[in-house]
Protein backbone atom coordinates (compact mmCIF):
# COMPACT_ATOMS: atom_id res chain seq x y z
CA UNK A 1 0.00 0.00 0.00
CA UNK A 2 1.26 3.60 -0.92
CA UNK A 3 1.14 6.33 1.47
CA UNK A 4 2.75 8.61 4.04
CA UNK A 5 3.57 7.38 7.51
CA UNK A 6 4.34 9.42 10.56
CA UNK A 7 5.97 8.63 13.61
CA UNK A 8 5.15 8.52 16.52
CA UNK A 9 1.32 9.45 16.66
CA UNK A 10 1.60 11.30 20.19
CA UNK A 11 4.87 12.56 21.40
CA UNK A 12 5.42 13.95 24.86
CA UNK A 13 8.18 16.29 25.46
CA UNK A 14 9.85 18.57 28.33
CA UNK A 15 9.97 22.36 27.49
CA UNK A 16 13.94 22.97 26.33
CA UNK A 17 14.36 19.60 24.37
CA UNK A 18 14.33 19.11 21.12
CA UNK A 19 12.39 17.10 19.62
CA UNK A 20 12.40 14.80 15.94
CA UNK A 21 9.32 13.74 14.11
CA UNK A 22 9.33 11.25 11.51
CA UNK A 23 7.49 11.48 7.81
CA UNK A 24 8.38 8.79 5.05
CA UNK A 25 6.68 8.24 2.13
CA UNK A 26 6.53 5.60 -0.78
CA UNK A 27 4.31 7.34 -3.20
CA UNK A 28 8.03 8.54 -5.57
CA UNK A 29 6.54 12.05 -4.68
CA UNK A 30 9.29 14.10 -5.37
CA UNK A 31 7.39 17.30 -3.03
CA UNK A 32 7.14 16.93 0.38
CA UNK A 33 5.48 19.63 2.93
CA UNK A 34 5.30 20.06 6.56
CA UNK A 35 2.26 21.55 8.28
CA UNK A 36 1.14 22.73 11.89
CA UNK A 37 -2.78 22.87 12.86
CA UNK A 38 -3.87 24.17 15.38
CA UNK A 39 -7.84 24.56 16.55
CA UNK A 40 -9.59 27.14 14.39
CA UNK A 41 -6.35 28.48 12.79
CA UNK A 42 -6.17 25.29 9.29
CA UNK A 43 -2.83 24.51 8.58
CA UNK A 44 0.19 26.49 8.28
CA UNK A 45 3.22 25.78 6.03
CA UNK A 46 6.25 25.30 8.47
CA UNK A 47 8.71 23.93 5.48
CA UNK A 48 8.74 22.60 1.54
CA UNK A 49 11.19 20.40 -0.48
CA UNK A 50 10.74 19.79 -3.96
CA UNK A 51 13.68 17.85 -4.15
CA UNK A 52 16.37 16.14 -2.59
CA UNK A 53 19.32 18.48 -0.44
CA UNK A 54 16.57 21.46 -1.25
CA UNK A 55 13.89 22.74 1.06
CA UNK A 56 12.51 26.18 1.57
CA UNK A 57 11.17 27.87 4.49
CA UNK A 58 6.92 28.20 4.53
CA UNK A 59 5.00 30.77 6.72
CA UNK A 60 5.76 29.99 9.82
CA UNK A 61 9.65 28.40 10.03
CA UNK A 62 11.01 29.86 13.41
CA UNK A 63 12.13 27.27 15.49
CA UNK A 64 11.85 24.77 12.82
CA UNK A 65 14.48 22.35 10.98
CA UNK A 66 14.32 19.95 8.31
CA UNK A 67 16.34 17.61 6.10
CA UNK A 68 15.51 16.07 2.86
CA UNK A 69 18.79 13.74 2.47
CA UNK A 70 16.41 11.01 0.56
CA UNK A 71 13.37 11.06 -1.82
CA UNK A 72 11.30 9.25 0.80
CA UNK A 73 12.07 11.40 3.70
CA UNK A 74 11.66 14.39 5.40
CA UNK A 75 12.21 15.27 8.92
CA UNK A 76 11.01 18.04 11.34
CA UNK A 77 13.18 19.02 14.53
CA UNK A 78 11.03 21.17 17.00
CA UNK A 79 13.51 23.30 18.39
CA UNK A 80 13.85 24.70 22.13
CA UNK A 81 13.44 28.18 20.01
CA UNK A 82 9.93 27.47 18.83
CA UNK A 83 7.33 29.22 21.68
CA UNK A 84 4.52 27.14 21.46
CA UNK A 85 5.49 23.71 20.01
CA UNK A 86 2.22 22.12 21.12
CA UNK A 87 0.41 20.83 18.00
CA UNK A 88 -0.78 18.83 15.43
CA UNK A 89 1.75 18.07 12.79
CA UNK A 90 0.77 16.93 9.34
CA UNK A 91 3.42 15.72 6.65
CA UNK A 92 2.39 15.99 2.86
CA UNK A 93 3.82 15.10 -0.37
CA UNK A 94 3.09 15.59 -3.85
CA UNK A 95 3.89 14.17 -7.37
CA UNK A 96 5.66 17.25 -8.78
CA UNK A 97 6.50 20.59 -8.20
CA UNK A 98 5.13 23.71 -10.06
CA UNK A 99 1.07 23.17 -10.91
CA UNK A 100 1.12 19.87 -9.54
CA UNK A 101 2.14 20.22 -6.27
CA UNK A 102 -1.07 21.92 -5.17
CA UNK A 103 -2.65 18.37 -4.99
CA UNK A 104 -1.43 17.39 -1.72
CA UNK A 105 -1.63 13.46 0.13
CA UNK A 106 -1.21 14.22 3.68
CA UNK A 107 0.03 11.87 6.59
CA UNK A 108 -1.69 10.75 9.65
CA UNK A 109 -0.56 13.32 11.66
CA UNK A 110 1.38 13.99 15.47
CA UNK A 111 0.27 14.83 17.87
CA UNK A 112 2.99 17.16 19.96
CA UNK A 113 2.53 18.18 23.56
CA UNK A 114 5.48 20.23 25.27
CA UNK A 115 5.54 20.53 28.53
CA UNK B 1 -1.36 36.33 -2.54
CA UNK B 2 -4.22 34.18 -2.18
CA UNK B 3 -7.00 33.71 0.44
CA UNK B 4 -9.70 31.30 1.81
CA UNK B 5 -12.53 31.83 3.39
CA UNK B 6 -15.14 29.27 5.24
CA UNK B 7 -17.63 31.40 7.13
CA UNK B 8 -19.06 28.63 8.72
CA UNK B 9 -17.14 27.68 11.65
CA UNK B 10 -19.52 24.82 12.63
CA UNK B 11 -22.87 23.28 10.79
CA UNK B 12 -25.15 20.71 11.97
CA UNK B 13 -27.39 19.17 10.01
CA UNK B 14 -29.68 16.18 10.02
CA UNK B 15 -29.22 12.55 8.60
CA UNK B 16 -30.68 12.25 5.14
CA UNK B 17 -31.04 16.20 4.88
CA UNK B 18 -28.90 17.81 1.90
CA UNK B 19 -25.69 20.01 3.01
CA UNK B 20 -23.80 22.79 1.18
CA UNK B 21 -20.47 24.38 2.97
CA UNK B 22 -19.47 27.38 1.70
CA UNK B 23 -15.84 28.40 0.38
CA UNK B 24 -14.62 31.86 -1.05
CA UNK B 25 -11.32 32.71 -1.89
CA UNK B 26 -9.34 35.51 -3.06
CA UNK B 27 -6.73 35.43 -6.20
CA UNK B 28 -6.47 37.48 -9.41
CA UNK B 29 -6.60 34.49 -11.93
CA UNK B 30 -8.14 31.67 -11.72
CA UNK B 31 -6.63 28.98 -8.97
CA UNK B 32 -6.38 25.57 -8.71
CA UNK B 33 -9.16 24.56 -5.74
CA UNK B 34 -9.52 21.61 -3.53
CA UNK B 35 -11.56 20.37 -0.63
CA UNK B 36 -10.33 18.27 1.91
CA UNK B 37 -11.80 16.25 5.21
CA UNK B 38 -10.52 15.68 8.31
CA UNK B 39 -11.55 12.66 10.68
CA UNK B 40 -10.46 14.06 13.99
CA UNK B 41 -7.00 12.82 15.09
CA UNK B 42 -6.07 12.14 11.35
CA UNK B 43 -4.84 14.03 8.70
CA UNK B 44 -6.77 15.19 5.33
CA UNK B 45 -8.50 13.37 2.69
CA UNK B 46 -8.80 14.86 -0.61
CA UNK B 47 -12.56 15.31 -1.37
CA UNK B 48 -12.11 16.71 -5.13
CA UNK B 49 -10.44 19.32 -7.26
CA UNK B 50 -10.68 21.76 -9.53
CA UNK B 51 -8.12 22.92 -12.40
CA UNK B 52 -10.05 23.73 -15.39
CA UNK B 53 -13.28 22.76 -17.38
CA UNK B 54 -16.46 21.82 -15.90
CA UNK B 55 -17.63 23.56 -13.49
CA UNK B 56 -19.21 21.11 -11.62
CA UNK B 57 -16.57 18.61 -10.51
CA UNK B 58 -17.36 15.21 -8.77
CA UNK B 59 -15.60 13.70 -5.85
CA UNK B 60 -15.93 10.81 -3.75
CA UNK B 61 -18.17 9.48 -1.09
CA UNK B 62 -20.83 11.59 -2.70
CA UNK B 63 -19.53 14.90 -2.81
CA UNK B 64 -20.05 17.97 -5.59
CA UNK B 65 -18.40 21.27 -5.85
CA UNK B 66 -19.49 24.40 -8.05
CA UNK B 67 -16.86 26.44 -8.99
CA UNK B 68 -18.61 30.19 -9.58
CA UNK B 69 -15.75 32.79 -11.23
CA UNK B 70 -18.35 35.81 -10.69
CA UNK B 71 -18.52 34.99 -6.76
CA UNK B 72 -15.17 33.49 -6.06
CA UNK B 73 -16.53 30.66 -4.48
CA UNK B 74 -16.30 26.90 -4.43
CA UNK B 75 -19.04 25.67 -2.62
CA UNK B 76 -18.92 21.73 -1.34
CA UNK B 77 -22.47 19.71 -1.78
CA UNK B 78 -24.08 16.73 -0.99
CA UNK B 79 -27.58 15.72 -1.58
CA UNK B 80 -28.12 13.43 1.19
CA UNK B 81 -25.35 13.08 4.28
CA UNK B 82 -24.86 10.16 6.12
CA UNK B 83 -23.41 10.03 9.55
CA UNK B 84 -20.05 9.19 8.84
CA UNK B 85 -19.66 12.57 7.17
CA UNK B 86 -19.07 14.10 10.53
CA UNK B 87 -15.67 15.83 10.06
CA UNK B 88 -13.82 18.63 9.59
CA UNK B 89 -13.62 20.38 5.95
CA UNK B 90 -11.27 22.28 3.97
CA UNK B 91 -11.33 24.26 1.11
CA UNK B 92 -7.77 25.08 -0.19
CA UNK B 93 -6.94 26.91 -3.19
CA UNK B 94 -2.99 26.15 -5.04
CA UNK B 95 -1.36 29.25 -6.67
CA UNK B 96 1.75 31.00 -6.57
CA UNK B 97 4.10 28.76 -5.16
CA UNK B 98 1.62 27.34 -2.41
CA UNK B 99 -1.67 25.73 -0.98
CA UNK B 100 -3.59 28.36 1.36
CA UNK B 101 -6.23 26.48 3.61
CA UNK B 102 -8.97 27.35 4.69
CA UNK B 103 -9.52 27.56 8.74
CA UNK B 104 -12.38 24.71 8.45
CA UNK B 105 -15.73 23.78 9.00
CA UNK B 106 -17.14 21.66 11.23
CA UNK B 107 -20.01 19.40 10.57
CA UNK B 108 -22.11 17.70 13.42
CA UNK B 109 -24.81 14.78 11.68
CA UNK B 110 -27.70 14.59 13.67
CA UNK B 111 -30.30 11.71 13.77
Known amino acids: DGGITQSPKYLFRKEGQNVTLSCEQNLNHDAMYWYRQDPGQGLRLIYY???????QKGDIAEGYSVSREKKESFPLTVTSAQKNPTAFYLC??????????????FGPGTRLTVT | AQSVTQPDIHITVSEGASLELRCNYSYGATPYLFWYVQSPGQGLQLLLKYFSGDTLVQGIKGFEAEFKRSQSSFNLRKPSVHWSDAAEYFC?????????FGTGTKLQVIP
Open chain 1, 49 to 55: SQIVNDF
Open chain 2, 92 to 100: AVGAGQKVT
Open chain 1, 92 to 105: ASSPRPGAGSYEQY
